[in-house]
């Protein structure tokens, strides 16, 4: 099964807004709601950040947002900051196995 | 405090057995589906297997089908995963994670993880 299509490093300097895209298909991303993404700290666990395309968690600051527009979804991170920088991973349901699907993965460097 | 801790892992050669152990506390254990994810070192997130509150579903990934087996035991808070006939692709760290109640694919907790080495 192909993991979900994500770049593989995004940056940008203090204040300003980024966006990572995951591209899937009509049978995960674009089929479902169910697109979450989760935030990791080098040598740490993940960390759920968005589910259902575009809620948070409680707790996590609302600099994070998600979007969808057909297979495609995608994380927004407005107004960065140094502590932001992490790898980042989308996540779709879909119907058959791998029950949930998780993209490559994006480098966030925060310059 | 929600709390996943993952024991079990480390070297096993290729074709050998592991049975890794995760102790949760914190929250009611019995009402959560739990899950196994694992990370390749240097790789991205794979979906391994999870198990519904009562042992009664499980489901797993296509390449682990027949070789990994997920259970848990609610009275001692405990999720588990039997790992047999081992393959070097096996390796990588493997994490317990609690599902969110309102969609089993979603996952609010994670524990530290424990790492599988496959090699001879």
Request: some cysteine; glycine content about 12%.
């Amino acid at each position: 099964q192909s993991a979900l299509t994500q770049p593989a490093s995004v940056s940008g300097s203090p204040g300003q807004s980024i966006t990572i895209s995951c591209t899937g298909s009509s049978s995960d991303v674009g089929g479902y709601k169910y697109v979450s993404w989760y935030q990791q700290h080098p040598g740490k666990a993940p960390k759920l950040m968005i589910y259902d395309v575009s809620n948070r968690p409680s707790g996590v600051s609302n600099r994070f947002s998600g979007s969808k527009s057909g297979n495609t979804a995608s994380l927004t991170i407005s107004g960065l900051q140094a502590e932001d920088e992490a790898d980042y991973y989308c996540s779709s349901y879909r119907t058959s196995s791998p029950y949930a699907i998780f993209g490559g993965g994006t480098k966030l460097t925060v310059l | 405090e929600v709390q996943l801790v993952e024991s079990g892992g480390g070297l096993v050669q290729p074709g050998g057995s592991l049975r890794l152990s995760c102790a949760a506390s914190g929250f009611t254990f019995s009402n959560y589906w739990m899950s196994w994810v694992r990370q390749a070192p240097g790789r991205g997130l794979e979906w391994v297997a999870n198990m519904k509150q009562d042992g009664s579903e499980k489901f797993y990934v296509g390449s682990v089908k027949g070789r990994f087996t997920i259970s848990r035991d609610n009275a001692k808070n405990s999720l588990y995963l039997q790992m047999n006939s081992l393959r070097a692709e096996d390796t990588a760290i493997y994490y317990c994670a609690r599902s969110l109640s309102m969609f089993i694919y979603y996952f609010d907790s994670w524990g530290q993880g424990t790492l599988v080495t496959v090699s001879s």
